[in-house]
């Protein structure tokens, strides 16, 4: 089956905001009394908000109540969205505005690719809009739109039907552990952006967007198939 579609996890793919999440997990944390270290964070990536403020909390052996537990969630996201209102079009990470503009203006030999972002975050809408790029996106999933977060397939099936494509004809590009499982589960090419080391389920792993071009990742894609993906 060809290529016609991208889904785009947002966080540490399209802007560094892996970075502020972590940030302000960690200052949660740190007045909580413990640390959380950056090999942890990785289990964090691509997990929601309350699945993450559990896990932080199971890890530093602390049960609260529910209600606190809401209230540690509502300060992490304040501190996380002063960090995101600093962010400009200069915070889209390496290589992504040229895979962009190359993905728009290719004439690709098996019809055109639409795009379509899967992100388990509930701020994806302000951040795109704060980067200037709401209008790149054919579709948006975000964390408002699904009941179950990574590596649940949910929010990669979800975009994959409303680009109007089966699965078998979308590449999902994920920095997350969660995420590339997620689009495994979800039947997808998985693009890992980061380090294969870490992501070791992904079928082909970049540092970054700036290691690849569309061309050269539809050849991988047919490569990989050729040898039995
Ligand atoms: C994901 C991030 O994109 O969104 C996670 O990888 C984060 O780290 C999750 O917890 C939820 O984000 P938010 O913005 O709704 O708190
Ligand atoms: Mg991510």
């Not at 490569?223 to 039995?228: L, S, T």
């Amino acid at each position: 089956m060809p290529i016609n579609g991208f889904l785009f996890d947002l966080d540490g793919v399209i802007v560094d905001t892996a970075v502020f999440h972590y940030q302000a997990w960690r200052r949660m944390a740190n007045q909580l009394g413990f640390d959380i270290s950056h090999e942890f964070n990785e289990t964090l990536k691509g997990i929601s908000r309350m699945d993450s403020l559990n896990l932080i909390l199971a890890h530093g052996g602390m049960s609260l109540s529910d209600d606190r537990k809401l209230e540690l969630a509502t300060q992490k996201n304040e501190w996380y969205l002063e960090l995101v209102s600093q962010m400009t079009p200069d915070d889209i990470l390496p290589g992504v505005t040229g895979f962009f503009h190359d993905l728009k203006k290719a004439d690709h030999a098996d019809g055109p690719i639409t795009c379509a972002l899967g992100s388990v975050s509930k701020n994806a809408r302000l951040i795109l809009e704060r980067v200037g790029m709401i209008n790149d996106f054919d579709a948006i999933i975000d964390g408002t739109k699904i009941t179950n977060s990574k590596p649940h397939p949910e929010v990669f099936l979800k975009g994959a039907a409303e680009l109007g494509l089966d699965p078998a004809q979308c590449v999902v590009f994920e920095d997350a552990v969660a995420g590339v499982e997620a689009a495994k589960r979800g039947g997808m090419f998985a693009l890992g952006i980061g380090s294969p080391d870490v992501l070791t389920q992904a079928d082909l792993v970049v540092p970054s967007l700036e290691h690849i071009t569309v061309t050269e990742l539809l050849a991988a894609v047919e490569r990989a198939r050729g040898i039995g993906y």
